[in-house]
């Protein structure tokens, strides 16, 4: 089935810079990506997905690049602010016909002021 | 719509007790999923359904664990007999369609003693 390794596992970044998150993924079959944040003690929360079809997608600060060769995408957050500390999950379709969301072990964001 | 809706948010019980944990989905959505979360497993995927049917359960950990989806706007997830280590956050999400965002519930949080 699928898998996703999810990288790195903690990040700290001072404010105003920017923070990568990498991801890869082991079903060439999967075709959705979606990535999710989670604040202490609330639920997941989708931010950004992607598609197959397209190799990058952006909004506003959060981008989001996605290598189909290489089976690896990867979330980008430009100018971070205290409010993006957080947990963040990556996430692949897989399985039998691409269709069980599979989740990444997810990043623990720290933004320092 | 008020969102994906989990009762209840916390359960305390002794080992060896019947847990069933309960949730109502976004209505029009099609898919329901029930994941569960601790600090070693992140989040799994324990089954899924589509219009009331379960497609994928492979995810549930043994025999203990049942789910049921009686209609469209509602499903349980059943512990018997519940032990310790089934401890966690467990988080019911749905869907409109696969590959699209899940919404996920509030979640409850189990313990068992």
């Known amino acids: 089935g699928e898998n996703v390794e999810q990288h790195p596992s903690t990040l700290s970044v001072q404010e105003g810079d920017s923070a990568v998150i990498k991801c890869t993924y082991s079903?060439?079959?999967?075709?959705?990506f979606p990535w999710y944040k989670q604040e202490l003690g609330k639920r997941p929360q989708l931010i950004i997905d992607?598609?197959?079809?397209?190799g990058e997608k952006k909004d506003q600060r959060i981008a989001v690049t996605l290598n189909k060769t290489a089976k690896h995408f990867s979330l980008h957050i430009t100018e971070t602010q205290p409010e993006d500390s957080a947990v963040y999950f990556c996430a692949a379709t897989g399985g039998q016909g691409a269709q069980k969301l599979v989740f990444g072990q997810g990043t623990r964001l720290t933004i320092n002021p | 719509d008020a969102g994906v809706i989990q009762s209840p948010r916390h359960e305390v019980t002794e080992m060896g007790q019947e847990v069933t944990l309960r949730c109502k989905p976004i209505s029009g959505h099609d898919y329901l999923f029930w994941y569960r979360q601790t600090m070693m497993r992140g989040l799994e995927l324990l089954i899924y359904?589509?219009?009331?049917?379960?497609?994928?359960d492979s995810g549930m950990p043994e025999d203990r664990f049942s789910a049921k989806m009686p209609n469209a706007s509602f499903s349980t997830l059943k512990i018997q007999p519940s032990e310790p280590r089934d401890s966690a956050v467990y988080f019911c999400?749905?869907?409109?369609?696969?590959?699209?965002?899940?919404?996920f519930g509030q979640g409850t949080r189990l313990t068992v003693v």
């Open positions: 079903d060439s079959a999967s075709n959705y």
């Open positions: 992607i598609r197959s079809n397209v």
């Open positions: 999400a749905s869907s409109y369609r696969l590959n699209t965002e899940a919404f």
């Open positions: 359904f589509n219009n009331n049917v379960p497609i994928d």
